[in-house]
């Protein structure tokens, strides 16, 4: 593993393809409105490193995975609009041209908009004591990202109940509404997220971000004009793995019995 961006409050470690992300401010791992640039300048590179296929975020410690905003940072005059970087709060939930996944390892509370982040990931492995909340109508102010995407996620009495009056959600009730992948026990969180790091790295690469360019550029239009975009040549991705060397190795690398040898063209 090399350590390619420490930070003090964000540290970034390589392990061949794989970027695992590491939030430390204790004693919550709150992040400030320079927390969320330095989140957002990793994930960048992240994005633009040809040679990383995905990443891990978790959080330092095993109380909190992100008690989100920095409540602290607030009472001392930051704004809430304040720059949070490219990537908007957290690093990478707006982050443009981000098609490799991001999967977060919950490894205590996620508070607000560590809750956000983690609503934003692609895949999520979390902690058996994991919780999951939103206070901010208690707080006078409002979980913005939040309120876009849990109620495409969440039953709409469900997400309403989150939203408005606070309601927190343990890790086996995240389970069986679909927001996160896997529950395991603290001392396997990192061990099972770095294995489900391992299957995504695998994959090819174009076709990983073919994936993410349609997931994103579909995911909510109607069936018909969904279908009428990825046919017009529009997409980019997916245009560039149709006609990749990668997409004729991949069923001669079957045929053979032997590992596709991914090229990344």
Known sequence: MSEIAPTGAVTAVADGPVLEVTLDRPKANAIDAATSRELSRVFAA?????DMRVAILTGAGDRFFSAGWDLNAAASGEDFEADYGEGGFGGFGELPGLLKPVITAVNGMAVGGGFEIVL?????????????????????IVPDTASVRLPRMLPPVVANEVLYAGRRLDAAEALRWGLVNSVVDASDLLTETRALAARVAEAAPLSVAAIGEIRGRTRHLPLPRAFELLRSGDLDAYEAMLVSEDAAEGPRAFTEGRAPRWQGH
């Not at 895949?123 to 208690?138: D, I, T």
């Open 46 to 50: 992240f994005r633009d490193d040809p």
């Open 120 to 140: 934003a990931a692609d895949l999520v492995a979390v902690a058996e004591h994991a919780r999951f909340w939103l206070p901010e109508a208690s707080l006078g």
